[in-house]
């Protein structure tokens, strides 16, 4: 995995798991599973918890923008309860068929 993107992967891990009691881990999704930088592409990645609001949405959006700006990245972040990502089925499908899972500390887990 190219070192960008585990930087990227262990600041939101670290942010989020200091902020957030239930923060599950992340998955890394799309065109940066390649491990290559892609100039005009999103890193796509989908934040697991066990609450997710309008409250919890306005702390992740300021920790999401300080990581863009310190890595001069763009992060596509979608912010899920376990629910609310099965729900969304298309999401779902694309991630459970090439997401790789991040536990809470930022370590590359088995789905």
Known sequence: ???????????????????FEDYKGLYLFGAY????????????????????????REQIWPLVGKIETELEVTIDLYPYTEEQFKADEDLYD????????????GIMEDK
């Open 94 to 105: 694309e991630v459970m068929q090439e997401g790789v899972f991040f536990n809470p500390l």
């Open 33 to 56: 599973l390649d491990g290559k930088e892609h100039e005009d592409e999103d890193i796509e990645i989908v934040a697991l918890f066990d609450i997710e609001d309008k409250s919890k």
């Open 1 to 19: 995995m190219a070192g960008q993107i585990h930087e990227v992967i262990k600041r939101l891990s670290n942010a989020f798991r200091k902020r």
